[in-house]
């Protein structure tokens, strides 16, 4: 065997020297193929393996606010009342255990330094929940007295400039706390836990020592609660659970829009609420990164076939010389092997350069770590083995079924045969190519639509300061040049995070409630549908009589028309729930908001309270366009000059609408790279193909020429035949790519239509740049001379 | 002497389509153990399919084929293998070297898949024998016609076969290296290999023990020296 084994290495070695330039062309697609399989197996092994730290995270559980009504999309906090951990562990039999983490910003001073930290007070048996690993000092007792503290060991060697600093003193919040246990450094990405000091939760100045109980009223939700269920139970028999046990925390007016649920902490990285569009994007970025794979593999197979096709004399001497079916198989197989594994090594040389690139693309913290993970290389290589197998298995199959005799007797040129599979595997290739420009299309235009039409506002040029509308600031910026207008709101109508529960004819309503002047529809291009601003207030009124709704609140309220809602009578006073039906609808406005399109817009109150009684405020500033760096250079001066306190805080309503739809734009920047990728080995392996095709084909063009084909007729015919499984392709693509396309939409409330041009011009621009590929090699070959041609071979 | 090989009735057809070509026709024949047979015929005269079918490249379509006294006609494609494997050298017009092989290792290929020790010994021994030891790190397309012709009857020699068939092996070369090629024929059959050789060549045909003539498909005549 290890005769046969050193044989092969030899023949495989110098066929890739014989034939560099195809040899390279597959190779070059495989690197490229493996290295995006590769990047992003790394970056979706860190969503999966999300929280794996921690031992037993099968079943730990952290539980998460979520406030939902009618018509409202939900709204996810990763915090609970501070009060639920010992109701649930107390009430709840599917828990085993229930702990807390109170994050808080403190001073950690010892000698002379001092640094403000990001730390976790935890209650003392925390870490009998999460038993992280840990490196020295006993982790189950550390926090049992008020002064225990646990670090990880980067944190200890900051504090302590070393990490076995067992027993040592610092002071955490102004009182001395002893370091009790060392754990690992937490995995960059890989947890929920940011900080790396954990405080006793008994400290007397520790954030939950001072908690209060929660009070009808004085609801918060401000601490981590992680629960530990039983082995076997049930997590949705938890959750209502958890809902019964709780529900004393939860004033009435919330209670029914309120839950606390439980969620599994290896599942919060691709948790919807939290990470909106990360699984979405996970699913996608894999499924791109396959197909560009298969692109790969598709032009090795070809490519594999087609070079063998000049072996046939080799087999056919091998088989004459005693070689059986098996021993050509297993030289092909081993070959293909042999020629994945190195391009797996150079695509792996190109992940260590390309990582750092994808992960600040993704916002990922993905490593190729062999060090932390020793099993990876093994898992590469079986991956990279495997690959090969697959896609050596067809030619050596076809290869070693050759008659010996048939292959004797022909030219070395001629083809192995499987001409069929390669016509399927080309046709497949442009069929994913065609899908991956229609997708990237698609996304591309939904990007602008959501990012343009779908605001239904104007936000070009609108400059937002955080502040509860200063009136001398705002009065003075209005007279600024280049301020074409400036008006102030609630931070809610950016937020869209103030919401109030109604009662409404006998059912109850969630609706969002924005504070603002009446001058802010202005100032952003909204114009009533139906009724008057005119009639409020332009500073604002103390008892709240006139209200502005969108139109999703007169659907919620069921109004028939925008019309039909003036002069309704809604159960609001001054922004608290009240029965006396005190506020009048005054107007209707389009529904618009500053969220993402993937959800519908809420029903949403427009109070004109005056700026006093606002939770946040915003002053929108709706510039000129001309001379933006002096305007704002004299809206920050005028900020110092009218005595605002601290530094202005502005932003263009333009980068938070971007930052919403950074989701989206990274999925169109994911399709556009692998379009791009799936372009280039589609074209690579039909330039491939050509090339060997050429070769193969010298003699019958010379007979065709000699016959009296012109160039030109030649050309057609070497382009035609190129061009079939291009425009094959499309029949495959375009259903598959219109069904998957629709689906992507569906999952936006706001989308464009699905363009049926769209499709031929995705195809036309396959198969343009299939001809611009394979088009002057064509040339060169058809305006051989007839002679040189026949005396080919 | 003894038989070595015996066909009788041995036929085989080509279809391409509706058009069905019969390469060979019920031919019958025996070659004795060390016997050095010429065929010779005109092109299309079922010559190289005979050879094919002798060497177990080809199978027939009807008749018998034994050698060695076993029968051989209808085996599988594996127990072909083995027997080409177990008896058989070949030696081709168009030489058949790989490429991408140097001469040691295209000699080297007919011992790979077989159980021989001392391969490089064996290698260098007929390499010494051809005359081409001093070529054996040369890549065929650094020889001439006639050296390739002595690499491939260098292969054809190296596992020790019982039965060389060569198809036209001087049909390449001038008459300085035909003569060399068929020297190293003969004297493999002088060694007890049976040599079966295809050849137009009258005059190569006369160092044969034997030579028997072909026509469309059939034995027409044979001449025994």
């Known amino acids: ?793 | 002497m003894n038989q070595f090989l015996q066909v009788s009735s041995l036929s085989r057809a080509y279809r391409s389509g509706e058009v069905e070509t019969q390469a060979l026709d019920a031919i019958s024949l025996e070659v004795a153990a060390g016997e050095f047979v010429a065929l010779m015929g005109p092109s299309g005269c079922g010559k190289s399919t005979l050879l094919n079918i002798l060497g177990f490249l080809d199978a027939p379509d009807a008749g018998s084929y034994r050698l060695r006294d076993e029968e051989v006609a209808t085996l599988s494609d594996a127990r072909l293998t083995r027997l080409r494997r177990a008896y058989v050298g070949f030696v081709f017009q168009s030489f058949n070297l790989i490429e991408e092989l140097n001469v040691a290792e295209n000699v080297e290929v007919a011992l790979l898949y077989r159980s021989v020790d001392a391969r490089r010994r064996r290698v260098d021994e007929v390499l010494e024998q051809v005359g081409l030891a001093h070529r054996a790190r040369h890549r065929p397309r650094q020889l001439s016609g006639g050296q390739q012709q002595r690499v491939a009857i260098a292969r054809a020699l190296a596992p020790e076969p019982d039965l060389i068939l060569a198809d036209e092996p001087t049909g390449n070369l001038d008459s300085a290296n035909g003569a060399a090629v068929m020297d190293l024929l003969k004297d493999a059959a002088a060694r007890g290999t049976t040599v079966i050789m295809v050849t137009h060549s009258a005059l190569h045909a006369a160092a044969a023990d034997r030579t028997i003539r072909m026509l469309d498909g059939r034995i027409v005549g044979e001449t025994r020296l």
Request: glycine share 8%; proline share 6%.
């Open chain 1, 1 to 793: 065997m290890t005769r046969l084994l050193r044989h092969w290495l030899v023949a495989w070695g110098r066929n890739l020297a014989a034939n560099r330039l195809l040899s390279a062309i597959t190779i070059v697609g495989l690197v490229i193929g493996i290295a995006g399989a590769i990047l992003m197996a790394l970056v979706a092994r860190v969503p999966l393996t999300y929280n794996h730290i921690v031992p037993g995270h099968e079943r730990t559980y952290i539980a998460i606010s979520v406030v939902s009504g009618p018509e409202m999309a939900p709204d996810y906090q990763q915090a609970s009342p501070g009060g639920a951990a010992a109701l649930i562990e107390a009430n709840v039999p599917e828990v085993e255990a229930a702990a807390r983490l109170l994050e808080a910003e403190v001073e950690l001073r010892r000698g002379g330094a001092a640094h403000r930290e990001t730390i976790y007070w935890a209650d003392p048996d925390y870490f009998d929940l999460v038993r992280l690993p840990v490196l020295s000092g006993d982790l189950a007792s550390a926090l049992r007295s008020g002064h225990g503290l646990v670090m990880t060991e980067a944190m200890a060697r900051k504090h302590f400039g070393r990490a076995d600093a067992m027993g040592e003193t610092i002071e955490v919040a102004g009182q001395p706390m002893v370091l009790r246990a060392v754990i690992a450094d937490l995995p960059a990405g890989g947890t929920d836990l940011d900080a790396g000091i954990f405080a006793s939760g008994l400290a007397t100045r520790s954030g939950l020592s001072l908690m209060k109980a929660d009070e009808p009223g004085a609801f918060s939700i401000s601490v981590r609660t992680y629960l530990r269920l039983r082995t076997g139970a049930s997590a949705q028999k938890a959750g209502d659970a958890i809902q019964a046990a709780i529900a004393g925390l939860v004033p009435p007016p919330v209670r029914n829009a309120y839950r606390l649920e439980p969620v599994r902490i290896d599942r919060l990285a691709l948790h919807e609420g939290f990470h909106p569009g990360a699984r979405e994007r996970l699913v996608i970025g894999s499924l791109v990164a396959a197909l560009v794979l298969l692109i790969a593999t598709a032009n090795f197979v070809n490519l594999s076939v087609a070079l063998a096709g000049r072996r046939r004399r080799e087999i056919g001497v091998r088989k004459a010389n005693g070689a059986g079916r098996g021993h050509i198989a297993g030289q092909f197989l081993a070959e293909a092997v042999l020629t994945v594994l190195v391009a797996t090594l150079l695509a792996l040389v190109a992940t260590e350069w390309l990582l750092p690139v994808v992960n600040g693309f993704l916002e990922t913290q993905a490593r190729l770590d062999y060090g932390a993970d020793p099993t990876l290389p093994l898992w590469l290589l079986s991956g990279a083995a495997l690959l090969g197998l697959a896609a050596g298995a067809y030619p050596a199959f076809l290869l070693s079924s050759l008659p010996p005799v048939a292959t004797l007797r022909d030219s070395g040129a001629a083809a192995a045969g499987g001409g069929l599979v390669r016509s399927a595997l080309v046709t497949a290739q442009f069929a994913i190519l065609i899908g991956l420009i229609i997708a990237t299309s698609v996304v591309h235009q939904q990007r602008v639509f959501a990012m343009r039409e779908a605001l239904r506002m104007d936000i070009d040029q609108v400059l937002t300061v955080t502040a509860k509308c200063p009136p001398a600031f705002v009065a003075e910026a209005a007279k600024l040049p280049g301020v074409r207008a400036v008006s102030c709101s609630s931070e809610s109508l950016l937020s869209g995070n103030t919401f109030m529960p109604i009662d409404w004819r006998g059912r109850q309503l969630v609706v969002d409630m924005v504070s603002a002047l009446p001058s802010i529809f202005a100032l952003y291009g909204v114009r009533p549908l139906a009724g008057t601003l005119s009639a409020l207030p332009p500073r604002g009124e103390e008892s709240v009589s006139g209200v502005v709704i969108n139109e999703a609140a007169v659907r919620a309220f069921g109004f028939a028309s925008p019309s039909a809602a003036i002069g309704q009578a809604l159960p609001i006073s001054g922004g608290a729930p009240g029965d006396a039906p005190g506020a009048q609808v005054v107007a209707v406005v389009p529904d618009f908001a500053f969220h993402s399109v993937e959800t519908p817009i809420d029903p949403t109150l427009y109070l004109s309270e005056p700026p006093e009684a606002w939770n946040g405020g915003l002053v929108s500033i709706k510039l000129a366009g001309r001379d933006v760096p002096e305007t704002l250079s004299r809206i920050d001066r005028l900020w110092r000059a009218t005595g605002n306190e601290g530094p202005i805080q502005r932003a263009f309503v333009s980068e938070h609408i971007e930052q919403l739809y950074l989701s989206l734009e990274r999925n169109a920047q994911l399709f556009a790279v692998f379009s791009g990728l799936a372009i280039f080995l589609a074209c690579l392996g039909l330039v491939g193909l050509s090339l060997s095709a050429a070769q193969r084909r010298t003699r019958e063009i010379g007979i065709r020429k000699a016959l009296g084909a012109s160039t030109r007729q030649i050309l057609a015919l070497l382009l035609w035949q190129l061009s079939r499984p291009v425009l094959l392709a499309n029949l495959i693509a375009w259903p598959v790519a219109w069904w998957l396309m629709r689906r992507w939409l569906n999952g936006f409330a706001e989308r464009i239509p699905l363009q049926p041009w769209l499709f031929p011009a995705a195809g036309l621009i396959a198969l343009a740049l299939a001809l611009l590929s394979v088009g002057t090699l064509a040339y060169l070959v058809a305006r051989q001379k007839p002679v040189h041609a026949l005396r080919y071979e």
